[in-house]
């Protein structure tokens, strides 16, 4: 399945019913007074947070969602039925932004339904017209129309950490390894055109796309795919031991990030440098100890938060995953 991170659909709210004209019949009399019921109110349009992330991708062929109607009123002052409301369900992280108004709303809640349209009131039987002067109305009104816009829908990922780097940094790989994902894996160039998610013990992982020079200003992925690690809590940067100056890896992911961030000031949006980062050293059986050591202590700037690892290695993978859960936990533990 693809994963299907942005859609542009059209939603209505339903209409409201009609007001009727009616009229009592009593004995002896050709006509009674009015009793024309109002129409039913049409149904409001709610989206709700799921953590299904596949959500979007189920709609992508259906452009088009439509709360249903109110239906008349009736004879003998019966107010006619309210429409059903719709209740839209969306990924959590999802951005629905009212293409006519530019109002957004974020889905960020698991379960907690957040109004988009209104329905439209219902109209006025002849019964509510009725006055000490006007004992026999006939007018009534007819239901008003629901709320509708195209809304643009843009999925910006929570998870708890987010794995960034270059292309072939060993994101995918690492993912596997840790969550049993099943990412795609290969030796070329943006192997990863898509996040990639997996669970460890509860908490979500993601492969975030590689990141080249330039991908802040749009270039090769672009801020496409840098917008998924900007409600991450964590950030792995992951850097092969290929790369020849690991500490001048780094500073380009940095970067990368830090020339993001402006863009994210007047957003109010907790810029990504700010947030908790790790740095874990790829492909450990690829080079010799003294090599290893030299980039241990080039990236010496995180020396708490640094880790070597080879997914060849089960003892390596192990230590780091207990560690990450151990952080995990205690960032959690602290913001509560």
């Known amino acids: 399945m693809s994963f299907v991170d942005e859609l542009t659909i059209f939603i209505k709210a339903g209409d409201g019913g009609a007001g009727v004209e009616r009229w009592r019949h009593e004995k002896g009399k050709e006509f009674g007074g009015p009793s024309g019921g109002d129409g039913g109110r049409g149904g409001s349009v709610y989206v709700v947070g799921s953590r299904d992330l596949g959500l979007l991708f189920n709609y992508r062929h259906k452009k088009d969602f439509k709360a249903e109607n109110g239906t ?17 369900p969306l990924p959590l992280g999802s951005v629905v932004t009212n293409l006519k108004t ?6 960020l809640t698991e379960g907690k339904k957040i109004l988009l349209l209104s329905g439209g009131d219902g109209g006025f039987g002849n019964e509510h017209f009725k006055r000490a002067t006007n004992q026999r109305p006939k007018k009534i009104t007819p239901g008003y129309p629901g709320a509708e816009a195209k809304f643009y829908i843009e999925l910006q990922l929570v998870v708890d950490v987010g794995f960034v780097g270059f292309p072939n940094a060993g994101k995918s790989s690492l993912l596997n390894a840790l969550t049993n994902a099943s990412a795609k894996v290969g030796s070329y160039q943006f192997t990863t055109l898509e996040p990639n998610l997996g669970a460890l013990y509860g908490y979500i992982l993601a492969d975030i796309p ?17 917008r998924h690690i900007k409600r991450t809590k964590m950030i792995a940067h992951l850097i092969s031991l290929e ?5 001048d890896a780094y500073r380009t992911i940095r ?3 830090e020339q993001y961030d402006e863009k994210l000031v ?6 990504l ?25 080039e990236l010496s700037v995180l020396k708490n938060r640094l880790f070597s690892l080879s997914i060849y290695d089960d003892a390596a993978l192990k230590d780091f995953s207990d560690a990450l859960v151990k952080l995990l936990r205690k960032k959690i533990s602290a913001s509560q």
């Open 72 to 88: 008349p009123g009736a004879k003998n002052s019966l107010h006619g039925k309210n429409g059903e409301d719709l209740v839209i």
């Open 210 to 226: 590689g990141l080249i020079e330039g991908a802040s200003e749009g270039k090769g992925l672009g801020h496409k795919f840098l």
């Open 243 to 247: 790369n020849e100056d690991v500490a």
């Open 255 to 257: 970067k990368e990030l």
């Open 266 to 271: 007047l957003t109010g949006v907790e810029g």
């Open 102 to 107: 530019k109002n957004s709303v974020h889905v």
């Open 273 to 297: 440098t700010a947030k908790e980062e790790i740095i874990i050293l790829t492909k450990t059986d690829l080079v010799d100890g003294e090599t290893l050591k030299k980039a241990q202590k």
